[in-house]
């Protein structure tokens, strides 16, 4: 009994617990990303069903909205041929959807998601830094996807993310940068300390907020806001060639993106786990607070979905023009307005 | 052939357009497969991210409509027609109708031109929110779509309730209409017409008000008066450029010359004016029909087919017309067996209607048999198409769509 | 009165107005709309549309009215309909003889109806209805016993009628009839007598077969 208790320990605190490989993983890593991913792109379809005068998925399983539709079309998408056209660049044109996938999730190791000390992936002293930092990598490989294709679509596609990626990452990198500004520190559990007294960063400072979701709704392209794979004069952009499983990956790689920025977001301006005040234990000191976290991201996933039934496509140089001109004055401003506020002690 | 042993020089075959591209463009084929382009191919040669030069290249569904009319009888020419713009069915037909009925000499009565009137107002509401349907999609405005979509059913349950078929409805025949509308017809229009207005300014607010749309539109794709003029232009688009010109206007034909409506004509010439024009051409062509209904609803239920064919006609027709017959329906015209083989005497004729994209023109040859000796179909969509290659060049490659579904540009028209 | 010319410009805005009046009143919209949808979507193979009489559907001809005059072979622009030579017992001239009749090739029909319109005695009529398949070409082509029979809606087997009601504030509104569905049910359930007729029929051999292949 003693060793098969010890064997169940070992699996749950030293493996599914252990914090980077939960985190990375489980929750809000891969698993979680997917279970997310196939809810935000059901909600996607239902609100903007209910918006347009129709019904959405849901033939599937009528009495829950159909919510399984999802499920047959990642299977769809896994068992289709994959074609890898003549043409292509074939190790980076395999590797690389893989790569930024990989690299999409990776941000998620250096937050952390409580107050204790031992459920830390990594010292979280500059755990804000170095998660803005490793949230930029992933574009780099959507840009060589795009010149592995061999594609002239894709080429212009590749041109369109970089662009984008130059300009919305800025903003996206100051905006969280100003939480920084405010608290004096880069260490996200002092930060959600903070604000465990009902003073939440995105409260205080709402200019940050609205600049970061704004460069989180440009940068990870979602439906409307796809400038580098617009359907309608650019077929799928970087991702044309792609098809079967690694365009899968594709379409999920975006929303994966979106869903690290909303975990940063709901941990720097939204308080993180805060009404809950982490206590010793693997549930009650990690499984939780991390849950938490994970609901308040779901639900600014949720309001960036409902926006696609609202706007359209904004074209590539005015997209830019909002960044270089409104966005970043509007960014340095909040992070003025953090310094400010930090300087009267409002904080 | 000296030029194709020299290295440099493009060797040139018969047939073959060969040009060559300057060192820093590069050519982008958009379509004939491609999800942004319909049935046609644009060519567009691109520098950096700016449009060099545009080459609407047409003709991928040609289905050789106008051959096709001279090995078939007068009538069965009506439904081949309205294959070119089965949305747009009564507009397309109409103006053939017309034209043959100048060369039988015969006049619709008065009431099948309301009638006539009524149906192509409503095909008109009906083509232009499927233009603006895929004129949002384009913008990836994914709501216009579905709502310009949904609303349009309204107008083509109108038509059924009408002419009995959603689409394709074969509605104007030589001296009249086939149907008069059914009893509760006034009622359910001038509902739908109220939905509409509503629906109208919901549709303002959500994407021609929406400031992420108004950017894309305004000063895309001017086109100055002197320049739709030049070009031909036709329809909603030359109107949006501030030329007062409508086949309703210049030369009334039906019931237009006594109904009182206006022609919205928009000064700016951008793709959002032709958007606005659209709009405003729905809300006129509401009006319409709210008048044309009343007027239906005065006058009484008299023949709506001329006295040449309904004179001869026995009483089983006029009991069909009065629905005598069960399993006959009401208000039914019963075509004369003549139709079948009508010989029209010859001669030439040509007529011209608005259709919902523009000027529709057919000229009509008979040599006295019973199939037309020729006949010559423009349509709008081909007059439209030039605008492409002249309004595009100095705009970013994310304009063509912009610009493209602002031109509610139908290939089938053209390529017949 | 002729129509008349109504100059218009491009409705103007302030840039800051455009700002905030343009996103939130398109805001306000999208969230009306997600609040209170207005769908007009037929969930088809569990509901259909009752077509209104007149609606042109699916043709059926009544011999007995038809007197052979070939006006809807010659006026049909599909060339789907054709005259087929019958050996028929004219009960007038009391003696066989060949008359012509029609036949239709669903292949070709584009449901224009003009031949329902030029016949001069109403021998042919439209059903309301118009969703059926055919499992191949051949059966598409009918045989003059075919042509006179109505088709199988097949829709009103599986889905409940509606109709779709013209309304002011909501465009369409679906309205359900449940007082039809009492009189399409019948023939409903005859189908379904007889179609478990036939399985009963057909079933005991492939019983027989499981049953050996267990013991086996």
């Known amino acids: ?347 | 052939m000296e030029s194709s042993t020299s290295g440099s020089v493009v060797p040139h075959l018969p047939g073959m357009e060969v040009s060559e591209l300057s060192k820093n463009t590069y050519e982008v084929y958009i379509g004939p497969a491609h999800p942004g382009s319909g049935h046609m191919r644009i060519i567009v040669e691109v520098d950096g991210d700016i449009m060099v030069r545009v080459d609407p290249d047409i003709g991928f569904v040609h289905r050789t409509m106008e051959k096709l009319a001279e090995g078939r009888d007068w009538i069965k020419n009506i439904p081949l027609f309205e294959r070119m713009a089965i949305l747009d069915a009564c507009n397309i037909t109409l103006p053939y109708v017309e034209a043959v009925e100048k060369l039988l000499g015969t006049e619709p009565p008065e009431r099948a031109r309301y009638l006539r009137t009524l149906l192509c107002e409503i095909n008109r509401i009906a083509s232009h929110l499927y233009g603006m349907g895929i004129f949002g999609v384009f913008l990836g405005h994914s709501t216009l779509y579905m709502w310009a979509f949904g609303d349009r059913e309204v107008f083509i349950d109108l038509a059924e309730q009408m002419s009995g078929a959603r689409l394709t409805h074969s509605y104007p025949v030589f001296g009249g209409v086939r149907r008069d509308i059914p009893d509760d017809f006034p009622e359910g229009a001038r509902k739908a017409t109220r939905y509409m207005r509503n629906r109208l300014n919901e549709y303002a607010k959500i994407f021609l008000n929406n400031p992420n749309i108004r950017s894309r539109l305004e000063n895309v794709g001017v086109m100055s008066k002197n320049l739709a003029t030049e070009l031909g232009i036709v329809g909603p688009n030359l109107r949006a450029s501030g030329v007062r010109y409508d086949v309703r206007l210049n030369e009334p034909y039906e019931a237009y010359g006594e109904l009182e409506f206006e022609i919205p004509v928009f000064e700016e010439g951008d793709s959002l004016a032709r958007a606005w024009a659209r709009v405003e051409e729905i809300r006129q062509s509401l009006n319409i029909i709210d008048k044309v209904v009343d007027w239906l609803e005065k006058h009484p239920r008299e023949n709506f087919m001329h006295e040449k064919f309904w004179k001869t006609a026995p009483k089983l027709y006029k009991d069909v017309y009065t629905g005598q017959i069960d399993y006959a329906g009401k208000y039914r015209v019963k075509l004369m067996p003549l139709f079948a083989s009508l010989k029209v005497p010859p001669g030439k004729a040509f007529a011209r209607v608005e259709a919902g994209r523009g000027e529709m023109v057919y000229y009509v040859e008979s040599d006295g048999k019973d199939v037309p000796y020729r006949v010559r179909v423009v349509s709008p969509s081909f007059r439209n198409v030039i605008a492409f290659k002249y309004l595009m060049p100095g705009h970013r490659l994310m304009d063509l769509p912009a610009i493209y579904g602002s031109f509610d540009y139908f290939p089938p028209e053209w390529d017949r | 009165m002729p129509a008349k010319v109504a100059l218009k410009r491009n409705p103007k805005k302030n840039p800051l107005g455009r700002v905030f009046v343009g996103n939130i009143g398109a805001l306000a919209i999208g969230l009306k709309y997600f609040l209170d949808p207005n769908r007009i979507t037929l969930l088809y193979p569990h509901e259909y549309i009752k077509l209104r009489q007149g609606y042109r559907g699916f043709i059926v001809l009544i011999q007995d009215k038809c007197i052979s005059c070939s006006s809807c072979a010659r006026i049909c622009p599909a060339r789907a309909m054709k005259m087929l030579s019958v050996k028929v017992f004219d009960k007038r001239l009391k003696k066989e003889m060949v008359k012509k009749f029609p036949v239709i090739n669903y292949n070709r029909c584009i449901f224009c109806g003009y031949c329902v319109d030029v016949c001069p005695t109403e021998a042919l009529y439209h059903v309301p209805y118009h969703d059926l398949v055919y499992m191949n070409m051949q059966d598409m082509i009918l045989s003059l016993e075919d042509f006179q029979k109505e088709p199988e809606n097949v829709s009103a087997k599986e889905g409940i009628p509606v109709r779709y009601v013209f309304d002011e504030k909501r465009g369409l509104v679906k309205i359900k009839q449940e007082e039809e569905k009492k009189e399409i049910s019948q023939p409903v359930e005859q189908t379904k007598q007889q179609e478990s007729t036939k399985q009963q029929t057909n079933n005991p051999e492939p019983k027989s077969v499981n049953k050996g292949g267990v013991n086996q």
Request: no cysteine; proline share 7%; glycine share 8%.
């Open chain 1, 1 to 347: 009994m003693i060793t098969w208790y010890l064997v169940y320990r070992i699996i749950v605190d030293d493996i599914i617990f252990y914090p980077p490989i939960y985190q990375f993983l489980i929750i809000p890593g891969l698993i979680a990303a997917l279970l997310v991913a196939l809810f935000i792109i059901w909600f996607e379809r239902k609100a903007a069903a209910f918006v347009q005068m129709r019904y959405g998925p849901r033939e599937i399983a009528p009495r829950i909205g159909g919510a399984i539709q999802l499920v047959a079309d990642l299977t769809r998408y896994a068992l289709q041929e994959i074609i890898i056209p003549e043409t292509v660049d074939v190790l980076p044109y395999i590797l690389s959807p893989i790569i930024m996938i990989i690299l999409a999730l990776l941000p998620l190791e250096a937050v952390p998601l409580t107050s204790i000390r031992t459920y830390f992936p990594i010292p979280p002293d500059y755990s804000l830094l170095i998660a803005v930092a490793l949230s930029t990598l992933s574009p780099l490989f959507v840009v060589l996807m795009s010149w592995a294709s061999n594609n002239k679509f894709a080429v212009v596609g590749g041109i369109r993310e970089s662009f984008i990626i130059t300009a919305y990452e800025l903003i996206a990198v100051l905006g969280f940068l100003s939480a920084a500004a405010m608290t004096q520190s880069f260490n996200i559990v002092n930060i959600v300390n903070i604000q465990m007294s009902g003073k939440w960063l995105g409260l205080l400072n709402p200019i940050a907020l609205l600049a970061v979701f704004i460069a989180v709704l440009m940068s990870t392209s979602g439906f409307p806001f796809e400038i580098p794979d617009s359907e309608s004069e650019l077929v799928a952009g970087p991702y044309t060639e792609y098809t079967g499983l690694l365009y899968g990956l594709n379409m999920g790689g975006g929303y994966i993106k979106r869903w690290v920025f909303s975990i940063l977001i709901a941990l720097v301006f939204l308080g993180g786990w805060a009404p809950y005040k982490p206590v010793p234990g693997i549930i009650t000191g990690y499984f939780i607070p991390s849950l938490i976290v994970s609901i308040k991201a779901l639900i600014v996933m949720a309001i960036m979905s409902f926006l696609r039934s609202v706007y359209g496509r904004y074209r590539v140089d005015q997209a830019l023009g909002i960044a270089w001109e409104i966005l970043i004055p509007l960014t340095l401003a909040a992070f003025g307005l953090g310094l400010a506020e930090a300087y009267f002690g409002i904080i």
